[in-house]
């Protein structure tokens, strides 16, 4: 807002001052605080986003332990892993489990009349915006493919509640749009606080995925800050939960070769992440052909991926878990193995996004990732099993979203592999980002998507799809 100078102010009297926005300042605030610089204390619009991110990190923190206590409870009733998770060592009465979980969700999509695309956990933060009245409908959906032991995350069900909610609010307060957006933000953030149990990893990712105008920033990311530590302070004495050191790696001395060593490492994590779109894409348009089949293409959908979860039961469910298992007896399984299920998990999450099962795919492609470093390691034992994991772990999720900050940080909480080890990671990253975004694909298969609009399931029959 222009400054009104003392003499014009004297000769003009005062001038009406408009209403003040979140982290607006006025010409009263330039003595305190210089010329240029927010006074966001003074705000009285900045204030009321942080009682909305209070508000919305309380109910956020309820919501995600009542989902993901859902999830948990529901998978235990119908799988146990084995403990030598070889192969052809699931259960074979699995397949009626996401059989009857395809049945449900094709159900559930025609009843509730789901629209047929539907954002994606990172379109969503880049939109900066959910629509209230899809998230119960999506979190239903999602709630029972998760329930069912798809590969996919829950990190879409919860971005959608926050960011719902968010939404919801500002648009029944008529609020304008950027305090809309970061209200959206601030709920995104605080569902990701209960999840990752790290308020700081949660406002990192929301925020550099999200990327909001510089002229908010501040208030986003304290409003974010907020409602994620709200919510880690409600969900954590519940839940005991935390991302904080839960893959131990060995650790490993750092030297200079091994920045070098991050570039090959970095190309390979570019190409699996290739190989992901491009499967996602071509079963997509695969299953295109039972598009007015909903129940019957979600069904074929849970039979194929209930077969490969008996072949590979590593494959199931969002990975987490099943990553600690790769990693404490990745050796017993073997590099063969271990490959077979980075290419299995693949398919079997692109399946699960093709036909109609909701979930995320962020926690899918760290498992894909931290497996794959893994299996570098066994296949070049002169890599340090810590190295090798980092490095992929966050490289393959890092060349398909643009937040490598965010990842390091990822790596740097849940492994603690030290600070210098830090540095071939981030090189990792950057190159397989670099690698994908120059190729093209990505590009190309999003410009697919925009031109290819179905119609409404509840007009001619089409089945929903997951758009992430």
Request: net charge positive; charged share 10%; with cysteine.
């Amino acid at each position: 807002m222009p400054f009104v100078r003392a003499s014009r102010r004297a000769k003009a009297g005062p001038v009406p001052q408009p209403r003040s926005e979140p982290g607006a300042r006025s010409p009263s605030d330039e003595g305190a605080s210089g010329p240029g610089v927010a006074a966001l204390d003074r705000s009285r619009g900045f204030w009321a986003v942080l009682g909305y991110a209070v508000v919305l990190g309380i109910a956020l923190a309820v919501a995600a332990l009542a989902f993901l206590g859902l999830v948990t409870g529901g998978t235990k009733l119908w799988f146990t892993l084995p403990k030598n998770p070889d192969w052809l060592s699931g259960r074979w009465w699995w397949v009626a489990v996401t059989a009857a979980a395809g049945v449900l969700v094709g159900v559930l999509r025609r009843v509730l009349r789901v629209p047929a695309t539907l954002p994606g956990t990172l379109k969503e933060l880049r939109e900066q915006r959910v629509e209230p009245s899809t998230v119960l409908k999506a979190v239903a959906v999602s709630l029972v493919s998760l329930v069912g032991g798809a590969s996919l995350g829950p990190e879409d069900a919860l971005g959608k509640m926050g960011g719902g909610l968010g939404t919801w609010v500002s648009e029944r307060r008529r609020l304008d749009a950027d305090t809309s957006a970061t209200n959206t933000l601030s709920g995104m953030s605080a569902a990701y606080g209960g999840l990752l149990s790290s308020p700081i990893l949660a406002t990192s990712l929301t925020l550099e995925i999200a990327r909001p105008r510089s002229a908010r920033l501040g208030s986003a990311l304290v409003a974010s800050l907020l409602s994620s530590t709200v919510a880690f302070a409600v969900y954590f004495p519940i839940a005991g939960s935390t991302f904080l050191g839960i893959y131990s790696v060995p650790s490993f001395p750092y030297e200079d070769w091994q920045l070098a060593a991050a570039v090959p490492l970095g190309l390979v994590a570019g190409a699996l992440a290739l190989v992901i779109a491009v499967t996602t894409g071509l079963l997509t348009k695969l299953t295109a052909p039972l598009g007015r089949r909903t129940i019957i293409r979600s069904t074929l959908g849970g039979i194929v991926f209930g077969l490969v979860g008996v072949a590979l039961p590593l494959t199931l469910f969002t990975g987490t878990s099943q990553l600690t298992t790769v990693l404490d007896h990745g050796a017993a399984l073997g590099a063969g193995l271990l490959i077979a299920v980075v290419f299995a998990k693949i398919l079997v999450f692109a399946l699960c996004e093709a036909t109609g099962f909701i979930g995320g795919p962020i926690l899918v492609t760290l498992f894909i990732g931290g497996t794959a470093g893994v299996a570098v390691h066994l296949l070049i034992p002169g890599i340090p099993l810590g190295l090798a994991f980092a490095t992929m772990f966050a490289a393959i999720l890092g060349a398909l979203v643009a937040a490598p900050f965010s990842l390091i940080v990822l790596v740097a909480l849940t492994t603690q592999i030290g600070t210098l080890q830090l540095a071939p990671v981030a090189i990792a990253v950057i190159t397989a980002y670099l690698a994908v975004s120059g190729s093209g694909v990505l590009v190309a298969l999003a410009r697919k998507r925009r031109t290819a609009t179905p119609p409404a399931p509840h007009d001619t029959g089409q089945p929903p799809r997951n758009a992430s």
